[in-house]
T-cell receptor, first 117, second 110 residues
């Protein structure tokens, strides 16, 4: 089955630094990947849709200059949280469109817990 | 504006009984609805889905019912097992992206 690998699984960084999170499709090519953010006991909020070779489409209210998304290849999308602050601490999850139809068309990574101190 | 809502944050069910998780939505243009199971610090895993043109879909112990007029869907798990304990999210598809509900924590006790 389609596997999405997300790295790192957790990261602690100092306020003001930048953090990069990687999302890789291991056994398929993903032209479209999605980045979500989850606050404790809340929903997964879609941040942006990442398309290979083009600019990401950000959801309303998401700062594109703060959350930089790059989808340079068909198997890798990255999310960079720039100048991180404690309020950026959250659980970030990526998913990839496997092209296998609706049911298994959205395969999720295991998530990244970001803590900004 | 929460387009997909799960009004019960938690549910506790005895092993062997039926678990019913509910989900409401506001956008009549959603074409598919999906249920995901999620453990802490992990990504969601797909459980079952239903097309907006259907009213029921069944897969083993899991059945999803869709009531389009009420903009309501529910996931039935029967019989419930302790291993079903997790957070369940419903999601609705809007073109190519998924809109998630807030989740319901299911606890199945012996």
């Amino acid at each position: 089955g389609a596997v999405v690998s997300q790295h790192p699984s957790w990261v602690i960084c100092k306020s003001g630094t930048s953090v990069k999170i990687e999302c890789r499709s291991l056994d398929f090519q993903a032209t479209t990947m999605f980045w979500y953010r989850q606050f404790p006991k809340q929903s997964l909020m879609l941040m942006a849709t990442s398309n290979e070779g083009s600019k990401a489409t950000y959801e309303q209210g998401v700062e594109k200059d703060k959350f930089l998304i790059n989808h340079a290849s068909l198997t890798l999308s990255t999310l960079t949280v720039t100048s991180a602050h404690p309020e950026d601490s959250s659980f970030y999850i990526c998913s990839a469109d496997t092209g296998q139809g609706v049911n298994y068309g959205y395969t999720f990574g295991s998530g990244t817990r970001l803590t900004v101190v | 504006d929460q387009q997909v809502k799960q009004n019960s944050p938690s549910l506790s069910v005895q092993e062997g009984r039926i678990s019913i998780l509910n989900c409401d939505y506001t956008n009549s243009m959603f074409d598919y609805f999906l249920w995901y199971k999620k453990y802490p610090a992990e990504g969601p895993t797909f459980l079952i889905s239903i097309s907006s043109i259907k009213d029921k879909n069944e897969d083993g112990r899991f059945t999803v019912f869709l009531n389009k007029s009420a903009k309501h869907l529910s996931l039935h798990i029967v019989p419930s097992q302790p291993g079903d304990s997790a957070v369940y999210f419903c999601a609705a598809r809007d073109t190519d992206k998924l809109i998630f509900g807030t989740g319901t924590r299911l606890q199945v006790f012996p």
